[in-house]
């Protein structure tokens, strides 16, 4: 055992006593005291974990480069004169970095930097301008991002069609360089304008065969884009490397040189001049000579608009992103404590690997949308995998512990097991992984999106917030007053009918430390409430109230606890507490919700799962029948925990033939797992039992497996074939996944694979939806050889979940004996709860235990994540009416009970991001048609919501062991 000096001076180096003093001192200070003041403390030593970022913010040495220019000073970094920029943007390069990104473009055939032809009187200059995020490569931007080239076209020459066609024939070139030999890539990609303030600009996609095909039409659609100065621009990702695959977008910009007049085809010329970097001095010598004076410097901020938009989705990270860029681009020097406030947040090292792991799944998904090129991916996925697992173990954030479970146990296995292209396995596996990628870029992307907000709310964010509340005051103050304008010129020299045009109106947004009302206490009504009542008051005028608020509330004991365990154990470096400290708080925060919390913070408790007073107790594993509150028949246990919720829901499925029931004798059960417990009827999980028997035993057993798969087959075949039965995906295992049409397609490779899935024990499941509800039928096989008792292909113990409607069913079923084998995965939580549950019939502290974890949104959370699964699902199978069900389902299925569970002030915080990606989906569903974009914005919501549950079910999981420990401590004593 540590010594007291040693512990005490453990304790005076992790300076954990100063910061209880300062939690505190916050505490009290306010004349509002929180009912549950467990979010606060979690957020207060939470936004001690992350250590500050170390970067340089001087600015560099640099030379200056001449122009013809008087305005605008331009220079490039003394240690290279190769990248000429803005003076102020080349003092901040860095060489190294814009040195490899050079070498890449310069090895590329797909990209030119510069070069200058003469052809038939008409002198062409091409030259790419770096802009973006990556111009600051390096120290100031560490996390590898997209490519962003203008692509410049100066024509020299008098008639403008004759620079147009030379334009479309550059283009066309481009194109027809960019092969799957050197790229990747969708094609070139011409904006069409909308011509009615009602419609939206759409996007054509050229490629090299359509390009070739219709030549003419190609030129039509590039003319028309030029005219209404829209974007032209090709996205391609070079193959991959050492480093991956490298994205590179390309916009194409026209500038039409005439003997007396200049004309730039693009919405914005000064963007090249304010924020690029140019590759060559000839580049920007023919820029500048001929465009700025047409196009001048801007003189307000650059990217307010993209910061503000940031901040109203309350996506810390992305907002504190463009607001680095926004002051790195200002010409006017940042005050130091500015950029390092900002850098604290963008050069974490923790949150540097997280967005680094982040960007490299997103271009994995960009990529998988134009190749199936496993062979290429599957390396980069092991990759991956082995550095999520390094962070999920590490104690660097206490985010990152909750999801190590789910995330070693259900998502890395899928992605580093993966089937090559030409197996036929391939294309039933490749749904399956596509979605564990969105799972981890969810869990992931929800680490890093916490840990920014956390350092943004610390000491070391408040310059960097002050900046941010600067931008949104001079928005709401700063409003253009609506003034006269003169008669806009069309492209043809005809003037255009003025429109009269609304005002824009202010952005509103909150800010990101705004309180929530829940978390808040008025003081003076709480008073007047403990004096009627005759407790004391929450109001914080004398020590003995704030004294007696920390003993009601537990915090001296969680504190004293969590604190003493980790100052003995002196396992840790005492800087690094912090991530160990929350990790172990967070079950006490639950607790606190779950046994202690008073008023609003539980919901309305669910009733205990009583016992039937029929029911015999002398051995629970006898199956018995019992006709209140409904006829069912089961084991003593499983009718035990059988509440009048289940009863109706098998009510439900009794009345609905027309997908109960199969060819073969069959019996089906309501199943009683975590989907049972938790869902609340709107997702209902049952088993149907085919049971085949044989006189003989040779071969018995190969022969049932083949009548089985037949019998699921048609059972599917059937159900796809119904107007009022939506059949969303069969999953064979845990790796196949097929779609109605794919079911239809490969009759005989589903028949295989369903055999192959029983022989090795693995579940089959079709998913449906029936009557707003999402169903889960499973088809277990019973095998009955030569008389001997039946034999269920399942290492599940049946008796204690499984629900029936008659005693006969349930003796006939319930006697099989499962098969002898390993689990094929550890449980999750949900399913460990289930058992718990199962076990506590008869021990009513563990089983209110349950109940209370019922009432704490997990069973709201849990019954969501199905039904995005099932609506995922849904947009990737089903093309033809898939949006018409999608916005009828989303809209029901996504609202107010999410929301109402999501407000709860131990939650608060995830409102943002949820409501954030839940918009995003609407604006996604207006569409007129089903696209990529459906999905993935699906699978992005459905991430969210994954985070904030794990991080919630761990929280309670923690709870519920400490209740259970408190309760064995007080039946021994």
């Given at each position: ?362 271009r994995l998904l960009e990529v998988l949308t134009l190749t199936k090129a496993v062979q290429h991916l599957a390396p980069m996925l092991h990759d991956i995998a082995a550095s999520v697992k390094a962070l999920a173990t590490s104690r660097e954030s206490s985010f990152l512990p909750p999801l190590q479970a789910y995330l070693t146990e259900h998502v890395l296995p899928t992605l580093v097991d993966l089937p090559e292209v030409r197996d036929a396995a391939y294309s039933s596996a490749y749904p399956h992984w596509h979605s564990s990628l969105y799972s981890l870029l969810g869990l992931v992307d929800g680490v890093a999106s916490s840990l920014a907000r956390d350092i943004m709310l610390s000491e070391r964010g408040v310059d960097a917030l002050q900046l941010v509340d600067t931008l949104r005051t001079l ?490 420990a408190r309760s064995a401590s007080k039946i021994k004593s």
């Amino acid at each position: 055992m540590a010594s007291a000096s040693s512990v005490a001076a453990y304790i005076a180096a992790t300076e954990v006593q100063d910061e209880v003093q300062r939690f505190f001192a916050a505490l009290f200070a306010s004349t509002q005291l929180p009912p549950n003041p467990y979010p606060m403390l979690l957020d207060h030593f939470r936004r001690l974990e992350p250590s500050p970022a170390i970067v340089s913010t001087k600015r560099g040495p640099t030379t200056p480069v001449t122009t013809t220019s008087s305005s605008l000073s331009f220079a490039s970094p003394a240690s290279s004169g190769q990248f000429i920029a803005r003076a102020h943007v080349a003092a901040r390069l860095n060489v190294d970095a814009l040195g490899r990104i050079y070498a890449a473009l310069d090895a590329s055939r797909l990209v030119t930097l510069y070069k200058t032809t003469t052809d038939d009187a008409y002198t062409t200059t091409l030259f790419v301008v770096l802009v973006g995020r990556t111009v600051f490569s390096g120290p100031l931007q560490p996390v590898p991002t997209s490519l962003e080239l203008q692509q410049h076209v100066v024509i020299q020459g008098e008639k403008l069609e004759k620079a147009i066609a030379i334009f479309v024939a550059c283009l066309a070139k481009d194109v027809a360089m960019t092969t799957a030999d050197n790229a990747l890539t969708r094609g070139l990609v011409v904006t069409i304008p909308a011509y009615k303030s009602s419609d939206r600009a759409t996007e054509k996609v050229w490629t090299s065969e359509m390009v070739s095909a219709s030549r003419s039409a190609f030129s039509s659609a590039v003319k028309a884009a030029l005219i209404a100065r829209a974007r032209i621009y090709i996205c391609f990702y070079e193959l991959p490397n050492e480093r991956g695959y490298r994205r590179i977008t390309k916009d194409y910009i026209l500038h039409h040189d005439a003997t007396t007049t200049v004309r730039s085809f693009c919405q914005d010329a000064s963007i090249a001049l304010d924020q690029g970097v140019f590759f060559h001095p000839d580049a920007l010598r023919v820029y500048v000579a001929r465009l700025c004076n047409v196009y001048p410097e801007r003189p307000e901020p650059i990217r307010r608009d993209r910061i503000l938009l940031a901040h109203t989705k309350h996506n810390v990270l992305a907002c504190l992103q463009e607001l680095l860029l926004h002051v790195l681009w200002t010409p006017e020097a940042p005050a130091p404590h500015v950029l390092e406030s900002i850098l604290a947040v963008t050069c974490q090292p923790l949150l540097t690997q997280l967005c680094h792991i982040v960007e490299s799944v997103r271009r994995l998904l960009e990529v998988l949308t134009l190749t199936k090129a496993v062979q290429h991916l599957a390396p980069m996925l092991h990759d991956i995998a082995a550095s999520v697992k390094a962070l999920a173990t590490s104690r660097e954030s206490s985010f990152l512990p909750p999801l190590q479970a789910y995330l070693t146990e259900h998502v890395l296995p899928t992605l580093v097991d993966l089937p090559e292209v030409r197996d036929a396995a391939y294309s039933s596996a490749y749904p399956h992984w596509h979605s564990s990628l969105y799972s981890l870029l969810g869990l992931v992307d929800g680490v890093a999106s916490s840990l920014a907000r956390d350092i943004m709310l610390s000491e070391r964010g408040v310059d960097a917030l002050q900046l941010v509340d600067t931008l949104r005051t001079l928005s709401l103050s700063s409003l253009p007053a609506a003034a006269e304008k003169a008669a806009p010129t069309s492209f043809f020299g005809k003037k255009k009918k003025a429109a009269i045009r609304p005002a824009p109106s202010p952005i509103v947004v909150p800010s990101f430390g705004s309180p929530v009302d829940a978390l808040c206490v008025d003081v003076v009504t709480e008073t007047e409430t403990a004096l009627s009542q005759g407790r004391y008051p929450r109001a914080i005028a004398t020590h003995v109230t704030q004294l007696q608020y920390v003993v009601d509330t537990r915090l001296d004991a969680a504190l004293e606890t969590t604190l003493v365990s980790i100052m003995y154990e002196q396992t840790l470096a005492p800087r690094s507490i912090y991530p160990t400290l929350v990790q172990r708080l967070c079950p006490k925060g639950a607790y606190f919700v779950l046994f202690q919390a008073k008023g609003p913070e539980l919901p309305a408790a669910m009733p205990l799962f009583r016992i039937a007073p029929q029911l015999a107790t002398d051995d629970p594993m006898t199956v018995q029948f019992i006709d209140d509150p409904a006829p069912m028949a089961g084991t003593g246990v499983a009718l035990a925990l059988a509440p009048a919720l289940v009863a109706a829901t098998w009510a439900w499925l009794t009345t609905a033939p027309t997908f109960l029931g199969i060819e073969y004798t069959s019996t089906a059960a309501l199943q009683a797992d975590a989907t049972w417990l938790w869902s609340h009827g709107c997702v209902v999980s049952f088993i149907e039992h085919i049971v085949i028997e044989s006189v003989q035993s040779n071969n018995a057993s190969t022969k049932a497996i083949e009548l089985f798969s037949d019998a699921v087959l048609q059972d599917v075949l059937r159900l796809v074939a119904r107007s009022d039965v939506l059949v969303v995906a069969l999953a064979i295992g845990d790796s196949k996944i097929l779609g109605p049409k794919a079911v239809q397609s490969q009759r005989d490779l589903t028949r295989h694979w369903v055999e192959k899935a029983v022989r090795a024990l693995h579940p089959i499941e079709l998913s449906l939806l029936v009557d707003a509800r999402v169903v889960r039928k499973s088809y277990l096989l019973h095998v009955a050889k030569a008389a001997t008792p039946l034999q269920a292909y399942t290492t599940q113990p049946l008796a204690l979940s499984q629900v029936f409607t008659t005693l006969a069913d349930a003796q006939r079923v319930l006697n099989s004996t499962p098969r002898e084998s390993e689990p094929l995965r550890a449980p999750s939580r949900l399913e460990a709860w289930t058992a718990m549950y199962t076990a506590s019939a008869k021990a009513p502290t563990v089983a209110d235990c349950i109940r209370r974890c019922l009432c704490s949104s997990v069973a709201t959370f849990v019954a969501a994540e199905r039904r995005l699964e099932a609506l995922v699902a849904l947009a990737i199978y089903r093309t033809s009416d898939a949006l018409l069900h999608l916005r009828r389902l989303a809209s029901a299925w996504l609202g107010d009970d999410l929301g109402v569970a999501l407000s709860a002030p131990y939650l608060a915080t995830y409102v943002q991001p949820w409501a954030a990606a839940y918009e995003d989906l609407v604006s996604a569903l207006q569409a007129n048609e089903m696209s990529d974009d459906v999905v993935s914005r699906l699978q992005t919501l459905r991430g969210v919501l994954l985070f904030v549950s794990l991080q919630w079910q761990s929280a309670v999981d923690g709870a519920i062991t400490e209740a259970t420990a408190r309760s064995a401590s007080k039946i021994k004593s």
